[in-house]
C-alpha cells in the first residue's frame, strides 16, 4: 500500500493524519537493557497502529539469555515530540473525551492507589513519576488524606502545564535529571511509566535514591506472562504500543531489575486490565482493513468491549495471568541514606 492511501485509510479509521507523518522517524540500535547482549531473537514487526505518526515498520525483539521483549531499533530520543502527539491520550483522558470508560477507570484506579497507601501516615511524602497530565495524582488529592504531600515528575511539557492548570504540584525533567531531594518520600508510583523509558534501570536507580530507607515504589506496567501477549505477540499485541513501549517486563525480568538497583521486591502480581486486549484486537482490525464502525467498538471509548475484556481479564488473573503487572519494591530498611548525610555534611 503506498504511504498515501495508508494515511487517507488511516484518517477514515479514526486517527488524525499529521503533516510529518510522511517522513520516517530517525531510530537506533540498542542492546538488552537487563543483561547488556544483544544476542535477540525477531518477535514482531508492527507500525504505529494507533497515533500513524510515522511511515516506519518496526520490530520487536527479545532477547535470548533473559526474555526480556523490547523495540529495537527504537527512535531517536530527539523524536519524543513526534511519536507523542497532541492528542495522544495520556495528555487527556478527560470526561468529555472518555464518557463513562473515564468515570469507571477513576473509581477503579482510586480504589487501587489507596491500597497501595494503606500504611502511609498522615505526613507522607508521594512521587507519581511520568504522571503525564496529574490523572492519579488528582485522584490521590480527591481520596487520600488530605495532609498528604503530593508531587508528580515528568518530561513532557504539554503534559506538566495541564496538570499545573488543574492545581497540582508537578516538576519537569525526567526523574534522574529533575532536582528532588534525595531519601524523602515514603512512597512512589511508576504506573505505565517504566515500559517508555529509555533507560529502567537509570529510571529505578534514581526513584530508589529519593526513597526513604523502607520506602516503596509501586511498579505497573504491561505483562509479557500474560495471554494477551502470547495470543498476539507476533504483531498485534496492544501493549507493544508501537513505538512508544521500549521495554517489556515478564516476572523475572521484574526481579532482575530489583535486583540490580538493590531493592527487595516486597509483592510481584498481577493487575486486571481489558486496555491490552481491545488494543490487540483494534491494530488487528486496522491491519485487516475492517469497517471504521467496527474498528470504533474497540477503543478507550468503547465501553461494551472494555467491559467484556475486564470480566475476562478477572478470571485471568485470579489465574496468575492479569493483562498487566504490579511489582512493589522496597528500598532495604538497613539501606543508609547516604545522599542525606551528605546533604548535611555540604
Ligand atoms: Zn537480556
Redesign the pocket.
Known amino acids: 500500500m503506498t504511504i498515501s492511501n495508508r494515511l487517507k485509510q488511516s484518517s477514515e479509521w479514526g486517527a488524525v493524519c499529521r503533516p510529518d507523518s510522511a517522513q520516517p522517524l530517525q531510530l537506533e540500535t540498542v542492546k538488552?537493557c537487563?543483561?547488556g547482549?544483544e544476542e535477540v531473537e525477531p518477535l514482531a514487526v508492527g507500525e504505529d497502529f494507533e497515533y500513524r505518526t510515522s511511515p516506519d515498520f518496526f520490530l520487536a525483539v527479545q532477547?535470548r539469555?533473559?526474555?526480556?521483549v523490547y523495540l529495537s531499533p527504537r527512535p531517536a530520543l530527539t523524536e519524543f515530540d513526534r511519536i507523542y502527539p497532541p492528542d495522544y491520550h495520556a495528555f487527556d483522558f478527560s470526561a468529555d473525551q472518555f464518557g463513562l470508560a473515564y468515570r469507571v477507570r477513576r473509581w477503579l484506579e482510586a480504589r487501587r492507589l489507596l491500597a497501595c497507601c494503606q500504611s502511609l501516615g498522615p505526613r507522607a511524602r508521594i512521587l507519581d513519576v511520568g504522571c503525564g497530565d496529574g490523572f492519579h495524582l488528582s485522584l490521590l488529592k480527591q481520596f487520600g488524606k488530605p495532609s498528604w504531600q503530593l508531587e508528580g515528575v515528568d518530561a513532557s511539557e504539554r503534559a506538566v502545564e495541564a496538570g499545573r492548570k488543574a492545581g497540582l504540584t508537578i516538576h519537569l525533567g525526567t526523574v534522574q535529571a529533575a532536582d528532588l531531594p534525595a531519601a524523602s518520600y515514603d512512597l512512589a508510583f511508576l504506573i505505565a511509566t517504566i515500559e517508555h523509558v529509555d533507560n529502567p534501570t537509570e529510571v529505578l536507580a534514581a526513584v530508589r535514591r529519593l526513597l526513604r530507607p523502607g520506602g516503596r515504589v509501586v511498579i505497573v506496567t504491561d505483562n509479557t506472562d500474560a495471554w494477551d501477549f502470547h495470543l498476539f505477540k507476533r504483531r498485534y499485541w496492544g501493549g507493544y504500543h508501537f513505538p512508544r513501549h521500549w521495554t517489556l517486563f515478564n516476572s523475572a525480568n521484574m526481579r532482575t531489575l530489583a535486583q540490580a538497583v538493590e531493592m527487595e521486591v516486597v509483592q510481584l502480581t498481577t493487575v486486571v486490565s481489558p486496555v491490552n486486549w481491545v488494543y490487540s484486537i483494534r491494530n488487528a482490525l486496522v491491519d485487516w482493513r475492517a469497517p471504521g464502525w467496527l474498528v470504533r467498538q474497540f477503543s478507550l471509548k468503547s465501553t461494551l468491549s472494555l467491559g467484556v475484556f475486564t470480566l475476562f481479564d478477572m478470571v485471568l488473573q485470579k489465574l496468575g495471568r492479569g493483562a498487566l503487572m504490579r511489582a512493589t519494591l522496597q528500598r532495604p530498611q538497613g539501606s543508609l541514606p547516604e545522599e542525606s548525610t551528605q546533604r548535611l555534611r555540604g
Open positions: 538488552c537487563i543483561c547482549t532477547c539469555r533473559c526474555r526480556l
